[in-house]
């Protein structure tokens, strides 16, 4: 066997690469990582973005559970879980700071309210927790893991208790909208509370059935969030290196190097993964092919079209994954004021009602630029010093709703300017000292990430959070249990059941199938 | 002494069908209705003198077979005439006609674009097959999923192995149907923006949603899945107008000994030691009966004729939140001859079909986008239908009645509630519309009745004008219908069952609310069950 050959191949140092890589090398796997950037992390790999400034690309929070932390001992490593206030702000009224299950500067209505919807919520976050963990199988073909899954399911509703258990039928289907005007009435309240379940993926506070279930996957891990993601990266490199993972970065795969070989039970040749080609031409072998790129990346343009059968390339193809989110990074020349917020170190949320997002999601929708966009921000560098000069900060905003593709000519220098104009006119309402500390502007659009960081449609769940892309069916069935068509390829990226944001899951459920 | 077996309030199509199942099993029924006319929604008004209106619903697809049949609908005097291809105007002035001919459909399609042509076959296959499971649901009692009764169980296996047995393949395409938006939906199959637009109408109609919005490939699913006398798909009109689907069931219902009283509006459900006991009209008299049966809306039922006190703790809040939201308007016109429309062939065929004005999947939104902000659009959707194209008896001869739906008209303007000039200004885009498509339209207006949701609330009795009697989304779903643990037609006060499309299966002239709400009620009252079994049609 060549000295070139390892047990398995992780296509890119992701998160969940990285995760997956460390747990298969703990398990005496010889992996090897690559990684199409210079830096490891992805889409949570940090770079300089004005000279001295430094700035995560499109995450800068983590929700990896603690098994995940405990297992690959990332504390040795530098990781510290640390805690995230979502501060709400609108115009003129007092700022709103909720913090888990405490909610400060509401109203006493609004307070029981919350409190209500909060234990109810939180119930049945709970519920669902043990199903993020856990490979999900196929159904319609009564097996006996599918009928032991779904016992398992209607097990967990059924002990919610009678009046839970239709309130949990119901509401999972309800746009955020009609959820919170149930509950709360301050309409910063609401825009707050519905946020979680919008984010990074094309729903609108009215847009049904898919935001609770969002909102629900969101919350489980609050309890172990890690604000410093620089850290969180440096300690996954970390940690899959000590396991024995080689990491290679500045390695970007050209292909998945497929062959068929007579099948096993049959006549039929079956297609399999053997390694793959470097886009410098280098080739390297491997009994596994674990991709952590995005569903569309890996089968239309690492594996090809050719190698898949017809109705399962057609799924691969509708995948929806158009990123509406926009990264703003702004390097300061101080700590930025917002009226009535005496620490920014959390989470800021530039929504004052549910309806303005709704307007910014209407505007995208037809591909237009928001005419007032809706952001959350946060001060990164409060809660890692080395992101910037002393006394200096970083200011990094998820803008929504913003188009993948803007009507009538497409990002252009113009376009870019009106966004980042609108965002500044935004910030400084809240704001107003911000636009005379700015240095530096760096503005990231979903065709930017797409572009940089090879993500399709620079989407940050790699695909929308949506009923029929999610559990069973993420990214689609055939490829939904992490192994796909092809034997030997796996996924581990975000496109995987649970999905998206920094939890590591997907790369976690991966390693599992793949130890197999 | 109860005067009444049943009292059933409100005569829509709903309450009759449920008064004439009891009255069949052999119960004392009275139907008590506000107005001066029984139907409801379902009516035929002469609102200027030759002409008769279907002034709020204007077709008909859903009407369970086994019903009509059972209930002998036919020698009563309902006639169900299918109606022909609609066609489809786009913002640029072309159009799509439809046909029924398979193959006069696919050459015109194949005008716009072969590839679409081929998928009209694809899409009008899938839907067909995907509704067949709703179908087999239109005629019985959901499953209370936190029940441990038999019954409950068996019904939620009944449910789980038609699911099932859609296959793995096809259940995951099934899923998609909640959460696709029908532009979404639309993508996959079509190419053009006319094809696409074309099919979209039917996602949006009566529904708070947009063609963009998740979950509106649903609503197009729960409007394809209908039948006239078993053709599935097919849209139907009622001869003399939709009223006389009313007339008939009321007249199946005399003909079992059943008693309709009009002008008699309810002021209270009374309720005596938990119980249901009786109604108190607006005129002060207290009619007895064992048995109150609502036709009336969820919200209206709990909110507006029943004491809060009177409910158990939580309903009231329940049916405050339902969502019901009024999104059409109804313009009824009476012409003076039959409109000529551009680029449209002059011939009888399509004369004889509906008219879509959808323009394009991109209006329909903007349409959506304007109620969202409380007005309405000044394009907004509009699916007109000439019935006296081909039913002699709505309009003088010669002359034409057009009946035009509109989506979305808010229930209330951003600027306050709903005035004459408001709502004056609100025809007359519809007519500017309409006279776009069709110069001289105007000048052939002989009488003119705009409909509001405010209009459609005040005379109809439906919350906000809502034409489902409260949104088909999932949350108002099957077991979800009104609210969680009272999808079975009984209420949360004993002997009191609700009948109208507020249970499952929702909206739609259908009567299967009405016919399945008797079923249980018959139940309880352990007598022998008159409600038929649907027939469903595998295809």
């Known amino acids: ?516 | 002494m109860s005067q009444y077996d049943a009292i059933i309030i409100g005569a829509g199509h709903n309450g009759l069908t449920n008064a004439a199942y009891l009255a069949k099993a052999g119960l004392n029924v009275l139907v008590v209705e506000k107005n001066d006319y029984i139907g409801g929604a379902a009516v035929s008004r002469e609102l200027h003198e030759g002409w008769v209106y279907s002034n709020c619903s204007y077709v008909c697809s859903m009407m369970r077979q086994s019903l009509h049949r059972d209930l002998d609908l036919s020698r009563h005097g309902l006639m169900l005439v299918p109606y022909l291809g609609t066609v489809n105007f786009a913002d640029n002035g072309d159009t799509l006609l439809s046909y029924h001919s398979e193959a006069a459909a696919y050459n015109e399609l194949k005008r716009i674009s072969r590839h679409d042509a081929d998928a009209m076959f694809r899409i009008q296959t899938d839907l067909t097959r995907y509704s067949q499971v709703i179908r087999k649901t239109l005629l019985r009692t959901p499953p209370d999923p936190t029940s441990f009764k038999p019954r409950d169980i068996h019904e939620l296996l009944f449910l789980a192995k038609e699911f099932w047995s859609l296959g793995e393949k096809e259940l995951y395409e099934y899923i998609r149907f909640f959460t696709l938006s029908a532009a979404d939906f639309l993508d996959e199959y079509f190419e053009t923006d006319i094809v696409k637009t074309s099919m979209a109408g039917a996602g949006i109609i009566g529904t708070a949603l947009g063609v963009y919005s998740p979950g509106s490939s649903y609503i197009l699913l729960h409007h394809v899945m209908g039948d006239v006398d078993g053709s599935i798909g097919a849209w139907g009109l009622a001869r003399g107008g939709m009223g006389a689907i009313s007339n008939a069931i009321a007249s199946a219902l005399q003909s079992y000994g059943g008693e309709i009283r009009t002008n008699a509006p309810v002021e209270r459900i009374l309720v005596k030691d938990g119980k249901a006991s009786g109604v108190a009209l607006s005129n002060g008299d207290v009619l007895n009966a064992d048995i109150i049966v609502s036709n009336l809306d969820a919200r209206r039922t709990f909110t507006q004729i029943m004491e809060k006190e009177d409910l158990p703790p939580g309903i009231y809040e329940k049916a405050a939140n339902y969502k019901i939201r009024g999104s059409s308007g109804k313009v009824n016109i009476a012409l003076s001859g039959l409109p000529k429309f551009n680029n449209v062939p002059d011939n009888p065929y399509v004369n004889r079909g509906g008219q879509a004005f959808s323009g394009s999947l991109e209006t329909m939104e903007r349409a959506y986008d304007c109620w969202k902000r409380g007005t309405w659009s000044d394009d907004p959707f509009i699916e007109g239908v000439i019935p006296s194209a081909w039913d002699p008896t709505v309009a003088p001869p010669g002359m034409h009645w057009m009946s035009n739906f509109i989506q979305y008209c808010p229930p209330e303007l951003a600027d306050g509630p709903w005035t004459e000039e408001k709502r004056d200004q609100f025809g007359q885009t519809v007519i500017d519309k309409i006279e776009r498509y069709s110069p001289g339209f105007k000048d052939l207006i002989v009488h003119m009745e705009v409909r509001t949701p405010w209009e459609i609330e005040q005379e109809v009795g439906l919350t906000e004008g809502n034409i489902f009697q409260g949104e088909l989304t999932i949350d108002q779903l099957l077991f979800n219908r009104p609210f969680p643990g009272y999808a079975q037609y009984r209420m949360p006060v004993k002997n009191m069952y609700m009948c109208g499309s507020s249970t499952h299966p929702g909206g739609g002239v259908s009567s299967a609310c009405g016919a399945n709400a008797a079923r249980e009620i018959l139940m309880d009252l352990r007598r022998p069950n008159t409600v038929p079994e649907d027939d469903c049609y595998d295809e």
């Open chain 1, 1 to 516: 066997m060549a000295v070139n050959h390892y047990d398995t191949i992780v296509i890119g140092a992701g998160h969940n690469g990285l995760v997956c890589a460390s747990y298969l090398a703990r398990n005496g796997k010889r992996v090897l990582v690559l990684e199409a950037a210079d830096v490891c992390g992805g889409l949570a790999a940090t770079h300089e973005f004005h000279p001295g400034f430094n700035a995560c690309v499109a995450q800068y929070a983590s929700h990896l559970p603690r098994r995940i932390v405990e297992d690959l001992k990332l504390a040795d490593y530098g990781y510290q879980p640390g805690r995230l206030d979502l501060i709400g702000l609108s115009p003129g009224a007092t700022p709103l700071r909720l913090s888990d299950a405490n909610l400060n500067g509401a109203a006493s209505a609004d307070l029981e309210a919350y409190r209500d919807y909060h234990r109810l919520v939180d119930k049945l976050a709970q519920m669902f927790q043990p199903f993020w963990q856990k490979t999900v199988p196929p159904i319609g073909n009564n097996s006996l893991p599918e009928i032991l899954a779904f016992a398992q399911l209607g097990f967990k509703i059924r002990t919610l208790g009678k009046e839970d258990m239709q309130e949990f039928f119901r509401i999972i289907a309800l746009p955020m909208y009609d959820l919170l005007d149930e509950y709360v009435s301050s309409p910063l309240l609401k825009a707050m509370l519905s946020w979680d379940g919008l984010i990074g993926t094309k729903q609108a506070p009215r847009s049904p059935n898919n935001s609770v279930l969002h909102l629900l996957y969101r919350l489980q891990g609050s309890a172990d969030v890690c604000v410093n993601v620089p850290g969180l990266v440096n300690a996954l490199s970390g940690a899959a290196e000590a396991a024995g993972v080689e990491i290679r970065t500045g390695a970007p795969v050209a292909r998945i190097q497929i062959e068929a070989t007579p099948g096993q039970t049959s006549d039929v040749t079956q297609l399999a993964a053997t390694g793959v080609v470097l886009e410098n031409g280098e080739q390297i072998t491997a009994s596994q092919v674990i991709s952590n790129a995005d569903p569309k990346t890996t089968f239309l343009t690492l594996a090809g079209a050719e190698y898949l059968d017809i109705e399962f390339t057609n799924r691969i193809a509708r995948y929806r994954d158009r990123g509406m989110v926009s990264k703003l990074h702004l390097a300061l020349d101080g700590l930025p004021a917002f009226s009535g917020v005496e620490n920014p170190d959390g989470r800021l949320l530039l929504a004052p009602d549910v309806e303005t997002i709704e307007w910014a999601y209407d505007n995208a929708k037809y591909g237009e630029l928001p005419e007032q966009p809706v952001m959350e921000l946060m001060v990164p560098s409060l809660h890692n010093t080395e992101l910037a000069p002393a006394g200096q900060h970083v200011l990094s905003a998820n803008i929504m709703y913003t188009p993948f593709e803007v009507r009538d000519g497409g990002w252009t220098e113009t376009s870019r300017a009106a966004l980042l104009e609108s965002a500044l006119t935004v910030l400084e309402a809240y704001a107003p000292s911000i636009r005379s500390q700015v240095l530096g502007a760096q503005l990231l659009t979903p065709q930017d990430l797409e572009n940089t960081y090879r993500v399709s449609g620079g989407h940050w769940h790699h695909g929308d959070f949506a009923l029929d892309q999610l559990i069973m069916m993420r990214p689609t069935h055939g490829a939904a249990q992490y192994t796909t068509p092809i034997s030997g390829l796996m996924l581990c990226g975000a496109g995987t059941h649970p999905a998206g944001d920094l939890t590591g899951l997907p790369g976690f459920n991966a390693a599992r199938e793949a130890l197999k």
